[in-house]
């Protein structure tokens, strides 16, 4: 779902590569976590997978395009495919949970009864049923970060890419955001969660990428946040 082939970023005008001959390949289905002080490269990584920035050299694969060769008027169909969750929500302000969901059909033109159809069913999916009236901004953190997920999720992308999803949330409600994208992932997304909560990692147990410096220096199945 995701190949990185001896990938390369350097940012304009920095000495230092953000991301250094990176090799990997993640398969359908996967749920990984990207792990890595600050500054390491996670977020460049997710960038690229975006195709917010290109590769400086090396070629990406995400979904079967090369990302290099993507015509730009096809980038905002690769974005649809990828589902997006950051650690400060990213709601609309001012609306409540149904349209903050809704609002994701509506932009890539989904038919109105099917968005009735669907925004109940995802905001079941994430545990806020009974919740859709409630502005968002009132909501707790957590809650909050479900309707992130909802909304990242109605429109059933194939990767699902989460940067620092526990971020701003205490430790009970990380665990429960955890099984949420861990419920998301079953249903066949590829899951990729850059993160620096060590308990979260070392609970769940997943494959685990670690970047020092902008390399890539562990790649663990069923693996914990710091080096064995
Ligand atoms: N837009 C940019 N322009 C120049 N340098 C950048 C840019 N974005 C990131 N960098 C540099 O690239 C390197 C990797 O940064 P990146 O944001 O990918 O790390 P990170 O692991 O996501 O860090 P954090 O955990 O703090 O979010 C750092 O040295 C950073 O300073």
């Known amino acids: 779902m995701i190949t990185f082939e001896d990938v390369t970023k350097f940012y304009p005008r920095q000495e230092r590569a953000a991301l250094r001959n990176i ?7 996967e749920f990984v976590f990207l792990v890595g002080q600050s500054g390491s ?31 730009q008027w096809k980038v905002p169909t690769l974005r649809r495919q990828i589902g997006t969750v950051f650690q400060d929500f990213r709601l609309l302000p001012g609306k409540t949970v149904y349209e903050n969901v809704a609002f994701a059909l509506q932009v890539i033109g989904r038919p109105a009864k099917e968005i009735r159809s669907i925004v109940p069913e995802t905001l079941e999916l994430v ?7 409630r502005p968002s901004d009132e909501l707790s953190g957590g809650e ?13 992308p194939k990767i699902l890419l ?56 562990r790649d663990q199945a069923e693996g914990v946040y710091g080096s064995a």
Do not use: C, W
């Open 23 to 29: 090799n990997l390949e993640i398969a359908k289905g």
């Open 41 to 71: 490269g996670k977020s460049t990584f997710l960038r690229l997978v975006l195709r917010e920035y290109r590769a400086t050299s090396g070629t990406i694969y995400v979904a079967g395009k090369n990302l290099a060769t993507l015509n």
């Open 127 to 133: 545990g806020l049923e009974g919740k859709e009236d």
């Open 144 to 156: 909050q970060q479900r309707v992130a997920i909802a909304r990242a999720f109605v429109n059933r």
């Open 162 to 217: 989460a940067d620092e999803p526990t971020g701003n949330l205490d430790p009970e409600t990380s665990i429960g955001i955890m099984k949420l994208l861990d419920r998301i992932n079953r249903a066949d997304t590829t899951v990729v969660i850059a993160t620096h909560d060590s308990s979260i990692v070392d609970q769940m147990r997943r494959r685990v990428l670690e970047l020092r410096s902008g390399q890539l220096v």
